[in-house]
């Protein structure tokens, strides 16, 4: 389970969600993943920032590409301007 919080204009909303999880960001919504290691952020359509704190080098997902969080901090997800994301468990190899 991973704890979220979204912002659509002003509006904050607190949610969990589950591995596998997929979503829409639309255009100046962000979402913050609490304590997301481990975590598989997968864009499925359009582009979407990832940003993890206390990091410099911010990510940029197209379609088809995907990250792995490796440490435990918080990460703010944003489309750019939208995407279709889903949040899936780090694969085993």
Do not use: N
């Amino acid at each position: 389970m991973i704890a979220a919080v979204a912002a659509e204009g002003y509006a904050m909303i607190q949610l969990c969600c589950t591995a596998g999880m997929s979503f829409r960001l639309g255009s100046g919504s962000t979402m913050l993943l609490k304590r997301a290691s481990g975590v598989r952020i997968v864009c499925h359509a359009g582009t979407v920032w990832v940003s993890e704190y206390r990091r410099f080098d911010d990510s940029v997902l197209q379609a088809g590409e995907s990250l792995t969080v490796r440490s435990d901090r918080d990460v703010v997800l944003s489309g750019l301007p939208d995407a279709q994301v889903a949040l899936q468990p780090e694969l085993l190899t």
